[in-house]
């Protein structure tokens, strides 16, 4: 059965660094047919993307809100995505998601949470003034 786990949440003061990761289970070498990205859902409000990145890692994309700040990458080999968070600030504070969708290797991938057919349980980041 596919899954995704996150870890590397926690508490941060504002300013500070987390760096959250997401390990796949997929059956054999899947893990290379799949875009990954990352989603965030603070108290009260929906689901909003943060990155996604291409199969092959060739591609990204960020929120506005993340931009210079937040980076995607993967390891294919270890069957795993990243986000690497710097400068965090309090309205960063959210359940960050894991999420990922096979793909052909020219599709783009979407930035709409429906698009996305595996999810995470989810990594708590909390970031204090």
């Known amino acids: 059965q596919e899954q995704l786990v996150e870890s590397g949440g926690g508490l941060v003061q504002a300013g500070g660094s987390l760096k959250l990761s997401c390990t796949a289970s997929?059956?054999?070498?899947?893990?290379?047919?799949?875009?990954m990205a990352w989603f965030r859902e603070a108290p009260g409000k929906e689901r909003e993307f943060v990155a996604l990145?291409?199969?092959?890692?060739?591609?990204?994309s960020l929120a506005d809100s993340v931009q210079g700040r937040f980076t995607i990458s993967r390891d294919n080999a270890k069957k795993m995505a990243f986000l690497q968070m710097n400068s965090l600030k309090p309205e960063d504070t959210a359940v960050y998601y894991c999420?990922?969708?096979?793909?052909?290797?020219?599709?783009?991938?979407?930035?709409?949470?429906?698009?996305?057919?595996?999810w995470g349980q989810g990594t708590q980041v909390t970031v204090s003034s």
């Open positions: 999420a990922a969708r096979a793909t052909i290797l020219t599709a783009i991938p979407s930035t709409a949470a429906n698009w996305w057919s595996l």
């Open positions: 997929t059956s054999g070498g899947t893990f290379s047919r799949y875009a």
């Open positions: 990145i291409s199969r092959g890692g060739g591609g990204t």
